[in-house]
């Protein structure tokens, strides 16, 4: 038997309803959040990190109201909701965008930096998601002259097309990771539950990373042994316990090193290390490991 939680592969076909209402509900308001964001904030470097959100939120939405409630235990198909999903979030801001490019009013700023007022019509957002071709129309007339500039001059043609494709790319690799990931937790088949997640205050570093794994594999009673909470977790390295526990006594245990290290600004960043993920405990062990 394996140490280590595997996930059974099965879902639940409500998942695919709870697809269908996420997509047509959620995932619009999401899209139209976004190209808000990126239409009013005249600045590419915070566009960026907007179209990453942009990925997150949609990947979220899935993982949470997909994946979790439909009970997805399989990552196949937790990945074709979370690319589906990003498909449709793309569109759908497509479909917004180009409304705003339509409606498009007044101008201000100069030629370095400014903003363009507009307002959405939802008659006229629907009609473009109803018709695939005149949005698709739409969107290649734009390109050919572009709406935004680039140190004085207008982004179009060719370079605009790379930057559409770097964008979607983003957004789709995003929006599957988290249903993906969250498809591999413990879910307890015999009560039809995701098991309760529980992360345990900052514990020390883990130094032998290797030991740990073995005396975890082999149910030592002495694993925890030189377990110690940390004293500052924000500036120092230390370790993140995950505990996931079923009603039916099942534990399952994920530890993640969090190593501190100053970077050119004086700041403390994290580099993360999960070498532990989803290895089975005894109750003893989970006992041990609460205590500390």
């Not at 997509?23 to 976004?34: D, G, H, N, Q, R």
């Not at 599957?176 to 539950?193: G, I, Q, R, T, V």
């Amino acid at each position: 038997m394996s140490k280590y939680y595997k996930p059974s592969g099965s879902f639940s076909p409500v998942s695919f309803l709870y697809f269908i209402l996420v997509s047509f509900i959620i995932l619009p308001i999401v899209a139209m959040t976004y190209i808000y964001l990126v239409w009013y904030i005249p600045i590419i470097y915070v566009n960026f990190l907007v179209t990453l959100g942009f990925g997150f939120a949609v990947g979220y939405v899935i993982s949470r109201f997909v994946v979790k409630m439909g009970k997805v235990r399989n990552p196949k198909v937790a990945v074709i909701f979370g690319l589906l999903g990003g498909v449709i979030a793309l569109y759908f801001s497509w479909a917004i965008w180009v409304d705003l490019v339509i409606n498009a009013g007044e101008s201000y700023g100069n030629s370095r930096i400014g903003i363009t007022t507009s307002a959405s019509k939802f008659s006229q957002i629907l009609q473009l998601a109803l018709q695939p071709k005149l949005l698709f129309d739409l969107i290649k007339e734009i390109n050919e002259y572009g709406t935004w500039g680039l140190r004085s001059a207008t982004v179009s043609g060719t370079f605009l097309t790379i930057i559409w494709i770097i964008e979607a790319l983003i957004v789709l690799v995003i929006s599957f990771l988290l249903p993906y990931s969250k498809s591999f937790a413990p879910f307890c088949e015999m009560d039809s539950k995701w098991f309760d997640e529980h992360t345990l205050p900052a514990f020390n570093f883990i130094e032998n990373t290797n030991e740990m794994t073995a005396h975890l594999e082999s149910a030592n009673q002495n694993s925890f042994e030189t377990l110690q909470r940390a004293s500052n977790a924000e500036k120092e390295s230390h370790s993140i316990f995950t505990l996931y526990s079923s009603k039916k006594g099942e534990n399952f245990l994920s530890i993640e090193n969090k190593h501190a290290e100053t970077n050119n600004k004086g700041e403390i960043d994290f580099n993360d290390n999960e070498f532990v993920e989803y290895i089975s405990i005894n109750r003893e062990l989970r006992d041990v490991l609460l205590r500390k």
